[in-house]
């Protein structure tokens, strides 16, 4: 069955600093990739999504992320973070053969402050 | 387009009593999802519905949750009888058949069992 580690609950970064939230996933078939956020008192939404093709997706509000096949991770990144990018994100994962189910990780808050 | 309609948003209830609560998917959305947010964890995937036949329900606690999807459109999630640990936020989600993980959140239904 597939599944998702987020190793870091909380990663606090300054304004304007670079950040990198960690997901990696386990699976013996191919697989469907996906970081969502949550930001406060708000609903669950897609933020970018991996299906095939190049390895790098960009995703809303300039954040992208890398799928890595040998180290099965799909770490999310932002060159530069503003105060309303704080919020909880959440790795998710489903197979890609027929009808699978959604998995999500842990997550991981991320604190921006001034 | 209207988004994924959950209610009620809140429900507050004694233990050992009974709740259920509504979803309406997006429209064409063939993929139904039910999960279940402890405070500060990640969302557990209670049921998965792909028109009314379900993908998975492996960590539905059967004893005491119960979800039907009748003619593959709106579905209900019930408890009874509910117990304190049920307290939680329960999200409802929705996404095509042809877009696997792509999930559209509905606002959640917050359960608090006293």
Redesign the interface.
């Known amino acids: 069955a597939q599944s998702v580690t987020q190793l870091d609950s909380q990663v606090p970064v300054f304004e304007e600093a670079p950040v990198e939230l960690r997901c990696n996933y386990s699976s013996s078939v191919s697989v469907y990739l996906f970081w969502y956020v949550q930001y406060p008192n708000q609903g669950l939404q897609l933020l970018l999504k991996y299906l095939s093709g190049s390895t790098l997706v960009k995703g809303i509000n300039g954040f992208e992320a890398e799928f890595n096949k040998s180290q099965t991770s799909f770490h999310l990144r932002k060159p530069s973070v503003h105060i309303s990018d704080t919020a909880e994100y959440f790795c998710a994962v489903t197979l890609n053969t027929g009808f699978q189910k959604l998995v999500f990780g842990t997550g991981t808050r991320l604190l921006v402050s001034p | 387009e209207a988004g994924v309609a959950q209610s009620p948003r809140y429900k507050i209830i004694e233990k050992r009593q009974s709740v259920a609560f509504w979803c309406n998917p997006i429209s064409g959305h063939a993929?139904l999802?039910w999960?279940q947010q402890i405070l500060g964890?990640?969302?557990?995937?209670l049921i998965?519905f792909?028109n009314n036949g379900v993908?998975?329900d492996s960590q539905l606690p059967k004893d005491r949750f119960s979800a039907e999807r009748l003619k593959g459109v709106d579905s209900t999630l019930k408890i009874q009888p509910a117990k304190l640990e049920d307290s939680a936020v329960y999200?409802c989600?929705s996404s095509l058949e042809a877009a696997?993980?792509?999930?559209?959140?509905?606002?959640?239904t917050r359960l608090t069992v006293v």
């Open positions: 993929t999802y999960y964890q990640g969302p557990k995937l998965q792909q993908v998975d999200l989600a696997p993980g792509e999930a559209f959140f509905g606002q959640g």
